[in-house]
């Protein structure tokens, strides 16, 4: 079998508040397959937003081992870490999180800008990036001027700036409509069918449900279940 791509192996985080311990996530085990569609599903308080800094190498564990294609991330100081993640993984978050004052167009090329990619480079990438999320005709328009939507839609761009293996939704439909949400989530899918590995962080069952091939349930800091797509129905693995 191929080594996972991410692998978190018996990792809690725990947080210190006074004298008491809040073990937000506790001894949970996630493989992520190259190429996989992964969820990581839970409600409010279930661990799942330590669990994708976790995953993503935002953070790291108290205890236990994350392992980036078979490397502990423990290993690497911040420098180095920010620079694997830059590399490695492109994140999208709920709050879009674009800069203000750039365009959607500069919004693409920053991520570019801190792996010394050259300014002819960046203007190519990010125009071939703004084609292939349909946003070509609103490059020079600021986040202000764009809808939820389409706002969404450059994070997805911007996420892919530097070309990564794996792609981090953090709720990405959470601030959409529902047929907006759809649209996004049609775009995830089919980035996944061009090879990027996806992994969705949601509470929503329905949105990893129509999606994903593989769910890791989430319950007060533990894997409550895992399921898998075995043609159009779901089966629990553990």
């Given at each position: 079998m191929a080594q996972p791509i991410i692998s978190l192996q018996e990792v809690t985080k725990y947080y210190h508040m006074g004298d008491a311990v809040v073990k937000a996530v506790d001894g949970i085990n996630v493989d992520i397959e190259n190429g996989d569609f992964v969820a990581i599903m839970g409600p409010s308080g279930s661990g799942k937003s330590t669990a994708m800094n976790l995953v993503g190498s935002?953070?790291?564990a108290t205890h236990g081992k994350i392992l980036l294609n078979g490397i502990n991330i423990e290993k690497f100081g911040e420098s180095e870490l920010a620079q694997l993640r830059g590399r490695k993984i492109g994140f999208i978050f709920q709050s879009f999180n674009l800069i203000p004052n750039l365009t959607a167009r500069e919004n693409i090329m920053l991520p570019m800008l801190f792996q010394d990619i050259s300014l002819e480079e960046r203007k190519t990438r990010s125009l071939e990036l703004l084609k292939l999320v349909e946003l070509q005709d609103r490059m020079d328009h600021y986040p202000n001027q764009l809808s939820g939507g389409q706002q969404q839609r450059v994070a997805i761009a911007r996420a892919l700036a530097n070309d990564p293996e794996i792609i981090l939704a953090d709720e990405p439909t959470g601030n959409l409509d529902t047929k907006t949400g759809e649209n996004v989530m049609n775009l995830l899918t089919n980035l996944n069918k061009r090879?990027?590995?996806?992994?969705?962080?949601?509470?929503?069952?329905?949105?990893?449900?129509?999606?994903?091939?593989?769910?890791?349930?989430?319950?007060?800091?533990?894997?409550?279940?895992?399921?898998?797509?075995?043609?159009?129905s779901w089966a629990t693995i553990k």
């Open positions: 935002l953070d790291l090879g990027k590995t996806i992994i969705l962080i949601t509470h929503a069952p329905d949105v990893a449900m129509n999606h994903a091939r593989k769910i890791y349930w989430l319950k007060d800091g533990k894997v409550e279940k895992v399921t898998v797509k075995k043609g159009n």
